[in-house]
């Protein structure tokens, strides 16, 4: 496959008020969760002699009410849901004149979604990103949106969506406002990496014209973690796209993340001047939810103090593309669907959420055509049937666009039911709950390349369907709707794709 092939770039979506204000050109702000995971190792470093100095700072936090959290269950994993927040509601003028105002880009994005998963038996801390163009659906709402416009209902209602469409429970919520951690990198004297490419990015300034080790201030830092469109050249004259966007951002911004904690113990620990500037560059600009105590922090700090930036793991959630995507008559430029099942694989080994254990026949299903493919609803039926489900019965439903994921729904208490069934479904596929019309416990949706799982005759709802999860044929359905791009076949779905050559690196040798 070229790269060409499947260049991804994220469009801005036409002005609506169904869905997500267009951004301004030259202006986007790409946010990081980074802070708030370089303030719990700066805790975590502290944490032996220091505990009154570290709560001080840790008292300049706001705190704010999120709905839908999960309890904090001693001794057991914790998911803190890390986000960077684009508003430009509460920026300064001179802030505004390079990031844009809040007529200018209106609302509030999680331009970046990261789940931290600490694990206090193992002493393991993974990182599991969430592409931030990920259609899902919406709580409260019969439709689907990107994740990161969630946020602009609060929240509560990110967590809901990343919880009842994921099937992740969250215990805590950390926010950066507004992306300041150009000034840690600052307070920090700067920081160092290595570039095996010349590389740039016109949207967020970033213009690296040597290769090496190289120092980056925070601006340089900023550019670097913003760039979703880079481009990168071996000779500084023939450049070439990256192509994968967000994707790729995410991966170079895992990287840089086990860096800026690396400079971070190496150079603020030993010397309280440049502690107290770390800390005082951090704290003010966070958020964390109101259940979130000191003592809890501190524990969390104490357990996980050995941890080193290198045995940080980092995933991003598998994902299909859907280019120029048109959905209830609006136009949201290009999204990524959920990719199964890759994503349930992720989930379970990264987060340690296996498939429950439930008889298939214990809740009631109902399979609705949601692409108007001439029976559709009743080959999966038969699918599911053939499975041992208790489907109960089909219909039709309103059709959203020409190319749909498939949403498996489920009444509210029916998460494990939902889940059960997702193991045996493949392609462009995602939960949600709300109510559901056809009084089952699970109703399915379907969508474009939809594949059942079966031992001997899998049923699929595209013609064009060339899913490898099974060994047999393929019983097709005739189809009219364009076809999605198949998630098994493209590379970027990698959960946790290696650093290309171009991208930048922690530096053979320590500098600076």
């Not at 801005?12 to 202006?27: D, F, L, Q, V, Y």
């Not at 880009?105 to 592409?131: E, N, Q």
């Not at 949106?145 to 009842?164: K, M, Y």
């Not at 694989?345 to 987060?351: E, F, M």
Request: hydrophobic residues 35%.
């Amino acid at each position: 496959m070229s790269e060409n092939q499947f260049y991804y770039k994220p469009n801005p979506a036409k002005k609506s008020g169904a869905h997500r204000t267009p951004k301004k050109k030259n202006i986007a702000l790409r946010r990081t969760g980074f802070i708030f995971v370089t303030a719990a190792v700066v805790i975590a470093m502290v944490a032996g002699g220091a505990f009154f100095y570290a709560k001080s700072k840790f008292n300049s936090i706001k705190k704010v009410s999120v709905a839908h959290l999960d309890a904090q269950i001693t001794d057991q994993p914790i998911n803190i849901l890390l986000v960077g927040n684009n508003s430009r509601s509460i920026l300064n003028g001179k802030q505004a004149s390079a990031f844009g105002t809040g007529a200018q880009v209106g609302g509030a994005r999680s331009d970046v979604t990261m789940i931290a998963h600490l694990d206090p038996k193992t002493k393991t801390v993974t990182l599991v990103s969430i592409p931030r163009d990920l259609f899902l659906p919406i709580p409260g709402s019969t439709k689907s949106n990107r994740v990161d416009a969630a946020l602009n209902q609060g929240p509560g209602q990110l967590v809901a969506t990343i919880e009842q469409d994921l099937g992740i429970p969250i215990q805590h919520y950390a926010e950066l406002n507004f992306d300041s951690f150009q000034s840690l990198v600052n307070a920090l004297g700067g920081l160092y990496m290595y570039f095996p490419y010349y590389v740039k990015d016109a949207q967020t300034g970033l213009n690296i014209t040597q290769k090496g080790c190289i120092y980056l201030n925070g601006t340089q830092a900023l550019a670097l973690v913003r760039s979703r469109e880079l481009y990168y050249s071996a000779d500084g004259v023939n450049y070439t796209p990256d192509g994968l966007g967000d994707l790729s951002r995410i991966r170079r911004d895992h990287e840089f993340l086990k860096v800026l904690a690396s400079q971070v113990k190496q150079k603020g620990i030993s010397n309280p001047l440049k502690l107290n500037s770390i800390l005082s560059s951090i704290f003010p600009y966070l958020s964390v939810d109101s259940s979130f105590t000191f003592n809890q922090v501190f524990s969390i700090a104490s357990t996980f103090r050995s941890i080193t930036p290198s045995n940080v793991g980092s995933v991003t959630l598998p994902i299909a593309f859907a280019n120029n995507y048109t959905y209830a008559g609006a136009n949201y430029g290009d999204v990524v669907f959920a990719a199964q099942p890759q994503d349930m694989t992720i989930i379970q080994q990264s987060l340690g959420i296996a498939v429950p254990s439930i008889p298939k026949n214990s809740f009631t299903v109902s399979v609705l055509n949601g692409t108007g493919t001439y029976n559709q609803a009743k080959e999966v039926a038969t699918g599911l049937g053939s499975l041992g489900y208790n489907v109960t019965s089909t219909g039709n439903t309103t059709v959203y666009g020409n190319s749909l994921e498939t949403v498996v729904r489920y009444q509210p208490g029916r998460l494990q039911d939902a889940q059960r069934i997702m193991a045996d479904l493949s392609g462009p596929v995602v939960m949600g709950m709300g109510s559901i019309t056809t009084g089952t416990d699970v109703e399915v949706i379907t969508g474009n390349q939809l594949t059942v799982a079966s031992t001997s005759s899998p049923t699929t709802t595209n013609a064009t369907s060339n899913s490898t999860s099974n060994k047999s044929t393929a019983t097709q359905v005739t189809s009219t709707a364009p076809a999605i791009t198949a998630p098994v076949t493209l590379p970027a779905t990698q959960s946790n794709q290696a650093l290309q050559p171009w991208d930048p690196r922690a530096c053979p040798t320590q500098a600076g």
